[in-house]
């Protein structure tokens, strides 16, 4: 018995070596929420949270997920009917990934990488084109196809984070056919420091995790080549010296007036003027321009480095992010792949694994830190987690004698709590959160 307990516990502390194994947010209990417009109420929609379950074997692992995050969804104020539904998908990543070393490898419409919570990462595109036969846009909802259908590569490609800026929710995500996905960082709008949509206004400020400046980004998922993904900070350093910074796009706005020739030079079909379609408003307004620091990305939107996650180094992407922290093309991985990319997604496992059962081998402290704070205008302490919440956290809200008045969690893949305070007095209070009996206090007052 000795042996075998002997063998498991080294089993899972091989598998916390291996972030492609232990990274993902497990649940198997918890189901979602969205709003609708108009409406601060959260309706149920009964689809179980983040991931289900984590099967590994030599050269993959296997994610069973549903595609829709614990943090609500909606409301989509362009109109979009659908809502975030089952995906029933399972993810399989490469635990081996490799560089490209042939021809690059373009990212593709739809699914190109996953979130740690099982949510799809498309790229910067929304299949909506220049038609420079017609002069008019193609492809999407209202146009007329483009020629050669929705996988074709035209001269002139939308840019969906600006297209779309109205059809996406407070944590910049949308469904396309119930695909719930982002095609950019997965923080709230409301978080931001300068606020380009205003969605929030009505509803939680809730996404996958919160930016701070002052910690390395969390690890976020990965792409369909194998290779990490992380949020907008990282070290200035490849070698992880240097502290702390935002890591930055080596893209920039290209300095043109007329849509002629793309960045390389090549004569292509003209574009829309520049007057009717502002520059920024296609892929190809942007070009890549390689610089010496290191916290500059590659034309993929990645570099090899050192994480927290993969001390030894490796090749990473990052949810790029302006000093705004807006996003910033091409805001998570392309226009094309540095690894070798496959299809990850199947329905199917053809190999035998093991399952991965999370557990948590390092309670030392808590993974995160927060800022509680009234907001009066509805009557409600607001609790907002910082970086990444990747452990169920209690929220207590505690009387100076000791008595506890309120009580919630905050789920993994959440970052916010709120909680009702019309029934509590002017005066002190303490908000306490716990994660695996560890806890952070802080005092906040109450005054109408």
Excluded at 88 to 109: E, G, H, M
Excluded at 329 to 340: K, S
Excluded at 371 to 378: D, H, M, P, T
Excluded at 398 to 426: E, H, W
Aim: hydrophobic share 30%; with cysteine; glycine share 8%.
């Amino acid at each position: 018995m000795k042996k075998i307990t002997y063998i498991l516990l080294l089993n899972i502390i091989n598998c916390f070596s291996q972030p492609e194994i232990y990274s993902w947010l497990q649940n198997t209990e918890t189901t979602g929420n969205y709003y609708i417009a108009g409406s601060p109420v959260l309706v149920p929609n009964n689809i179980l949270v983040n991931c289900q379950k984590v099967q590994f074997s030599n050269d993959y692992v296997y994610v069973t997920a549903t595609g829709v995050p614990s943090y609500p969804t909606g409301p989509f104020l362009d109109g979009n009917p659908s809502n975030a539904q089952n995906q029933a998908v399972i993810f399989k990543i490469t635990r081996n990934p490799q560089q490209n070393l042939d021809d690059l490898t373009y990212t593709t419409p739809g699914n190109i990488g996953v979130f740690i919570n099982g949510v799809a990462l498309f790229d910067y595109r929304d299949g909506v084109a220049w038609n420079s036969n017609t002069n008019q846009l193609c492809g999407g909802p209202g146009n007329p196809p483009c020629p050669g259908g929705f996988l074709a590569e035209m001269d002139w490609n939308r840019d969906a984070i600006l297209a779309e800026m109205e059809g996406f929710d407070c944590a910049k995500g949308h469904p396309a056919m119930g695909n719930y996905h982002h095609h950019q960082n997965p923080s709230a709008f409301k978080l931001d420091r300068f606020l380009v949509s205003h969605v929030c206004d009505l509803y939680d400020s809730e996404g996958l995790y919160v930016i701070d400046s002052t910690a390395h980004s969390p690890l976020l998922g990965y792409a369909f080549d194998g290779f990490p993904i992380y949020g907008a900070y990282g070290y200035q350093n490849n070698d992880g010296s240097g502290g702390v910074v935002r890591i930055e796009s080596g893209y920039n706005l290209r300095s043109i007036t007329e849509r002629t020739h793309h960045a390389d030079g090549t004569d292509v079909e003209d574009g829309p003027s520049i007057s009717e379609y502002f520059l920024g408003y296609f892929r190809e307004d942007y070009e890549f321009i390689d610089q010496d620091e290191d916290k500059y990305l590659d034309e993929h939107n990645g570099r090899l480095c050192v994480t927290p996650e993969y001390p030894e180094g490796t090749y990473a992407y990052f949810c790029t992010v302006d000093e705004n922290w807006n996003s910033k093309y091409p805001y998570a991985v392309g226009p094309t792949f540095y690894g070798e990319y496959s299809n990850s997604m199947t329905n199917n496992i053809l190999e035998q694994t093991t399952t991965y059962y999370q557990t948590n081998l390092n309670n030392e402290s808590l993974t995160v830190g927060f800022n509680a704070f009234i907001n009066k205008s509805s009557e409600l302490i607001i609790v907002q987690c910082l970086g990444l919440v990747k452990e169920n956290t209690k929220v207590n809200v505690i009387d100076l004698n000791g008595k506890i008045l309120k009580s919630t969690q905050i789920f993994p893949g959440q970052t916010l709590a709120s909680i009702d305070s019309r029934a509590l007095y002017n005066g002190l209070y303490i908000i306490e959160i716990i994660q695996n009996n560890k806890r952070l206090i802080k005092k906040l007052a109450i005054s109408r």
